[in-house]
């Protein structure tokens, strides 16, 4: 297969072009009442994170909405909700502490993009606050903000993501009991694995 592949930042700019200036003034260091208010309504957020090594992770994070502190203009705190234990997350930010985090509102075209230092942290004041349906986190990641800044609708609209009449019709997707089966060759069969699921599963996927 032939491809023309993009070895340099100046082959990449002549093609692409450089940013206007009034996009490059959009970036901001710390967190607005703007920004404050998307994350108090945000109620998923994807957290990207790399190993020293440059192989990058990307995970998702959902609470309900205003769950995500925001400890002062600087600081966001996410709790660390228990899960399938491979912590690519959190192994990335022990050995390479930056993250990149993506702020989704439901309905909304637009997200909020932060960047900065990453940390974890086993206790700590708020931790109180990071409790939900009575469970205390074990584990937070705090993350100093270096980068924050509003992405535009783009891709939202291309691919029509809030627009229920172009979802596809989930009986035509694979159940997970389905995928699972396939992917971990579980001596289950796909019902018993489906119905595990449903009910809360002791695989941690």
Known sequence: MGMTEIKTLDELVELTG???????????DRIDAHARTLIAHSPFVLLATAAPDGSCDVSPR??????????????????????????????????????????????????LRVNGRAKLVSDAPFFEDLVV??????LAVVVEVEQLYMHCAKAFLRSSLWRPETWP?????PSMGTVLKGQMGLPQSVPELDAMLEKGSQYQY
């Open 18 to 28: 450089e940013p206007l200036d009034q996009v490059r003034c959009k970036i901001q």
């Open 62 to 111: 959902g609470d309900p909405a205003g769950s995500v502190l925001v400890v002062d203009d600087r600081t966001l705190v996410l709790a660390d909700r228990p899960g399938n234990k491979l912590h690519d997350s959190l192994r990335n930010i022990v050995a390479n502490p930056h993250a990149g985090l993506l702020f989704v509102v439901p309905g909304m075209n637009e997200t």
């Open 133 to 138: 349906k009575g469970k205390r986190p074990k």
């Open 169 to 173: 019709d989930r009986a035509t997707l």
